[in-house]
Every structure is written in C-alpha cells, then in structure tokens.
C-alpha cells in the first residue's frame, strides 16, 4: 500500500537540551486511520507540529505525499489540514467569515457548497453567522475542524482532539471522522483517550519518551496482547495445584481460593471444557466463575511501564 507519510530517522532536541523525540521512522498509509497513542510530554504533540511545519525538524526528513516538508514546504502544507489542541479562533469574525478565510489562505477557489457541507455535517451550518467568541467550547472545537477542512486536505490531524468535550460531540466526530475515512481523507490522530484510538484506529502507535515502541495493526495488537481469563472461585481452597493440571495455563491465587486460567479468546478451541472437565475428575470444586479480559487500556499501560532501557 503507497504511504502517503513517509519519516525517516527523524530527531529533535530543543534549546533547553530536552531530546523530544529520538530518531523516529514510520509510514502512515493512504486512506487509514492512525492513532498515535502516548502519556503527555511523549513527544506526539512535537511529531504532528514537525510533519505540519509548525516546529522545525532536527536531523531527519519528512515525505508528505511525496513532497519534502522542508524543501517543498508549501507543496508538503497544502495536503495537511491541523486540528490543534489548543484552540485558537478569531473571537469577533463569524464561523462562516471564518472557515471562507481558511480556505482562501491556501490559495483554494471560493466554494461555499463546499462550506457549507463541512458546517453541516459538524451541525455548525444553524451557527455559521454566529461570532465565534458567543459559541460553547464544543462549538469552538467544530469550527477549529471546518477551518482544518476548509482546503479540501487529503491528510487530517486531529492532536487530542476530544480532550474537555461532550460526549455527545465525542460520537459526532468519531462519525464525521469514520466519512472522511471513506471519502478518501488519511487521519492521523493523538490521543491519550485509548477507547478513542480502540473506537477508530486501523493501526495503532505507542510513543513513549520521544520513540515509537510499538506500531501494529489494532486488531492483531488486540489478538496478540489481548489476553481472556476465567477466573474459578473454588469450594475449598488448595495448597498447590495438583499433578496433571500442568498443561493448563493456570495461576493458583496466593490463599489458595482462586484458580486463574489465561486463553486466546479468539480461538476457535480455548480449553476451558477440558479444564473443567479435568478439575472434576480431580475432585476440584468451584462456586463461582468469572471471565474478563484486557482492554487497550491494560495493554497500553503495560507498554508505557514497560522496560526502560
């Protein structure tokens, strides 16, 4: 599949001597969406502004749809519309005044079916003669993405873009999001919100002190470290688990009570009848069983603590 970002051993140290991000290589695929995940001061907020050349580059270099982001900047900049964490608006214009300006900085034609698209699908067209200063925080945050859409981008960057809203807003971007998808519209985005990256992402990376630890599709990172466990609440408890139970992935909790049995839940054989059946030719009673298994959450976490090397 053509990559549509393409970095390459990228670095940046600030003046301060911080290493803000340490020889970063990844490609972002045309059309999918990536989430970027990593506790704050990971480095994700310094790599988006770096590909949108806001924060200049250390040592390294950057393809945006194959256009240099230093020697081809404004070739590189036209591709990209950026939903910036922080919110930065012209408090007195209206959203539409607004959102036209946007599209006219880029040198794009006046389309105001266009606009008015973008403002309906982000249900701002009602508020368009609105001052962006009178608008709710939630509408604020729409209007900074019909601004970032208002050159018809090819790759969107949505930096935390859910942090402080509603839920409600939260589902209307996942939506709007999921059709620029299918509009053809590559979306990168960060977040620390891992039901967020789980809801959307195709492939999931995990930055971690200015290096990506980890890149990986997010079904095969849920299949390979997501774990299921069924945990057997026993009659009696046990003193050690008994010869032949071996071959089970069986943990006996530290007061003997609890026998904890980890298994693929994807599949198609998990072992658990023949556990059960085993404990019962053993004699082995349980009272209650329970079954649950590790969310993104857990498995980011466990990354994030993972080896500090």
């Known amino acids: 599949m053509h990559h ?11 003046a301060s001597g911080h290493p803000a991000l340490k ?38 270099r950057v393809l945006v749809d194959g256009h240099d982001i230093v020697r081809d900047y404004r070739a590189a900049r036209s591709k990209i519309g950026l939903v910036p964490q922080e919110l930065y608006n012209e408090g007195f214009e209206s959203v539409w005044a607004t959102v036209r300006f946007s599209r006219g900085l880029f040198g794009k034609k006046p389309n105001d079916a266009y606009l008015e698209k973008i403002l309906r699908d982000l249900s701002l067209w009602d508020k368009r003669d609105a001052r962006i200063l009178d608008l709710s925080g939630g509408m604020k945050r729409r209007v900074m993405i019909a601004k ?9 960057f949505l930096d935390e873009p859910t942090a402080g809203v509603d839920v409600e807003l939260r589902r209307d971007m996942w939506e709007m999001v999921r059709g620029l998808r ?14 967020e990256a789980e ?16 890149v ?30 071996e ?52 498995i980011f976490v466990n990354l994030v603590k993972g080896s500090r090397t």
Not at 48 to 54: D, E
Not at 182 to 195: D, R
């Open 23 to 60: 020889t970063i290589d990844l490609q972002i695929r045309r059309g999918e969406i990536f989430a970027l995940l990593g506790p704050n001061g990971a480095g994700k907020t310094t790599l988006i502004s770096i590909i949108c050349g806001i924060v200049n580059p250390g040592a390294g």
């Open 4 to 14: 549509v970002i393409s970095i390459e051993q990228l670095s940046k140290t600030y």
């Open 182 to 195: 299918e509009s053809g519209v590559t979306i990168i985005l960060t977040t620390h919100y891992i039901e």
């Open 199 to 214: 809801e959307m992402a195709d492939r999931i990376g995990v930055i971690r002190q200015g290096e990506i630890i980890l």
């Open 216 to 245: 990986e599709d997010k079904d095969v990172l849920m299949h390979k470290l997501g774990k299921k466990q069924l945990t057997l609440i026993l009659q009696q408890p046990l003193a050690a688990l008994p010869a032949g139970l």
């Open 148 to 156: 970032a859409l208002s050159h018809e981008p090819s790759i969107l």
């Open 247 to 298: 071959t089970f992935q069986l943990e006996l909790s530290a007061d003997g009570t609890q026998l904890v049995y980890t298994f693929d839940a994807q599949h198609e054989h998990t072992g658990i009848a023949d556990l059960l059946k085993c404990l019962g030719e053993h004699g082995i009673d349980f009272k209650d069983l329970q079954s649950s298994q590790s969310s993104l959450e857990e």
